[in-house]
């Protein structure tokens, strides 16, 4: 039987990886991921490596004498460790199986796809609980009250508050919790959000205490901020659930009193982080009128936001959210604001990294622009990319939003011929007012300060 144990391990460690390799390329992300970062395109090639390495072993084993090849064996066994530790730990680790769970975070009034009957979107008040419970909610607006009980115990509570008025403050109150304000946006006069991206909670290299500056001032009711879209990688690993956690708790004085939509980001979706991405940012309960719980459109008045799936690259954006994107588009007037908003970027300066061009992105470009360029889009927001930037193409604004938190991106060694401004180095979010036919674009740093203010009428 000793001499079966090289053939043995080897086997095992075959069926290992092939394990893991099945997991890994089955979630939602993988695909990008191995397009964009070399590194980890590296280590899954010399996992398939290994794996054949070892399966070759194992035959050439058993055609042979049991005396025979013993330093092979003694390799096959040496390699056959690492092979038999490594994919189970992989997987535990990007699984989440033992990440803490997300606990008890704030709530926060997230803004749902489609709109009521008064013109802007429904809301929901949403929140997580460590263990599952009913609880109550009571909103109103005046003396009119509505309570919404939860028949059934959770973890995720989601109320949703439907058909609200237009620039009206409302109240809601969580069981006997104070009782918390929040103001739904006009559909007419000066429409002012805020849009953000790549805060990256959990990263060694975020500067939490800029992002927490950044939404103190989104939050004061001084600077009348009706609307707030954080467009992507929220956090660093999105399988890590104890990093939502800690963002959500960050974000939730400014959340909880700010109609908010978290759009997903690649660092999102990595691996198990898809689910997670969806069960905190979309979860199930909230209503969806138009899209998916990956696509959607908010539409606040003749204000019309398009959100869409692009994360790494093109991969995510496929021919049913195509087909979406373009029906959306074409039944929206002619004289509306029309905005996209993505994680993925379209136009931009940069520099080549972990090998790929991050600049300019052919793909996007190709599958998305000519959708953007023959339904009349207005401004498109992007985040992945660390910088901040105006560009404009084919009477297209593009304004590249981050990092809000996250690491600025090394000095750009190629220039988009599209592009107006750059603002490498800096963190930060950007400042949109509409009314009428003209936008205000303000790129603002994590002390508020403006770094490029850019008007423009809508094409």
Sequence with gaps: MKHQVPTILA??????????????????????????????????????????????????????????????KITAVIISLPAIIIPPAAFVVTSGIFSPGIGDTPPQVLMADGTGMFGVPDMAVVFNTKAANKNTLKWWQGSVMVKIEEDKPSQTHVFMLRNLKADAAYWYQINEGEPVS???????????????????????????????????????????????????????????????????????????????????????????????????????????????????????????????????????????????????????????????????????????????????NPETIEKLIPIFNKYGVDIVFSGHIHRMELLQNSGVVYAVCAPSGGLPDPPATYISPSSIWDGTGERGFIDVSLEGEQCTLVFRDQEYKALKTHVFNRK
């Design 11 to 72: 086997l095992v460690g075959v069926a290992l990886i092939v394990a893991f390799l099945s997991w890994a390329f089955a979630q939602h992300g993988t695909a990008g991921l191995l397009k964009v970062n070399a590194q980890f395109r590296w280590v899954f090639l010399a996992l398939g490596i290994i794996g054949i390495i070892l399966l070759a072993f194992a035959v050439l084993f058993q055609w042979t004498a049991a005396g025979d090849w013993q330093w092979l």
């Design 182 to 360: 929040f103001t739904t946006p006009p559909v007419s006069g000066t429409l002012h959000f805020a849009v953000a991206s790549d805060t990256h909670y959990g990263a060694g290299t975020a500067l939490n205490d800029y992002t927490a500056s950044m939404l103190g001032e989104i939050a004061s009711p001084a600077n009348d901020y009706n609307m707030l879209f954080i467009i992507g990688d929220f956090v660093e690993y999105g399988f890590q659930r104890n990093q939502w956690r800690q963002a959500f708790e960050a974000f939730s004085k400014t959340t909880s009193i700010i109609p908010t939509r978290f759009a997903i980001g690649n660092h999102d979706t990595l691996f198990s982080g898809y689910g997670n991405s969806l069960n905190y940012c979309y979860p199930e309960g909230m209503d969806v009128q138009t899209g998916s719980r990956l696509w959607y459109r908010l539409d606040v008045g003749k204000v019309h936001f398009l959100v869409v799936d692009v994360e790494w690259s093109a991969e995510s954006f496929t021919d049913t959210q195509a087909a979406w994107l373009e029906e959306q588009l074409k039944n929206i007037p002619a004289d509306d604001w029309k905005i996209v908003m993505s994680h993925g970027f379209y136009y931009a300066s940069g520099l080549r990294m972990d090998g790929w061009n991050w600049y300019d």
